[in-house]
């Protein structure tokens, strides 16, 4: 049973740095797209970054190009989103999700098929 476990949320200002990892066991990572989503309170859950099984063609939505990086670690088994430049919209839980194969682009909750629990972001003004 696949697992992935978030980790590196927490408390910044505006303007600072964050850097989130995923975990992920009972899978072979090296084949699994990996995207990271988020949460704000009362809005749907939306799509942050995407990246393919081999570390290339980034998708990564709008409001965060620039100042966001998805990356990952196929011997670790570790996924990362490393975000700078912080602004108080992005305050959010953020989740990464899994999917097995190959694919570019994928903006939907629905193409992926695991997820994690969960990290909480908090950007104060």
């Known amino acids: 049973q696949v697992q992935l476990v978030e980790s590196g949320g927490g408390l910044v200002q505006a303007g600072g740095s964050l850097r989130l990892s995923c975990a992920v066991s009972g899978r072979t990572f090296s084949r699994q797209t990996m995207g990271w989503f988020r949460q704000a309170p009362g809005k749907e859950r939306q799509s942050v970054a995407t990246i393919t099984p081999g570390g290339g063609n980034p998708y990564y939505t709008d409001s965060v190009k620039g100042r966001f990086t998805i990356s990952r670690d196929n011997i670790k088994s570790t996924l990362y989103l490393q975000m700078n430049s912080l602004k108080p919209e992005d305050t959010a839980v953020y989740y990464c999700?899994?999917?097995?194969?190959?694919?570019?682009?994928?903006?939907?909750?629905?193409?992926?098929?695991?997820w994690g629990q969960g990290t909480q972001v908090t950007v104060s003004s």
């Open positions: 999700a899994a999917r097995d194969g190959i694919f570019y682009g994928l903006r939907s909750q629905s193409s992926f098929d695991s």
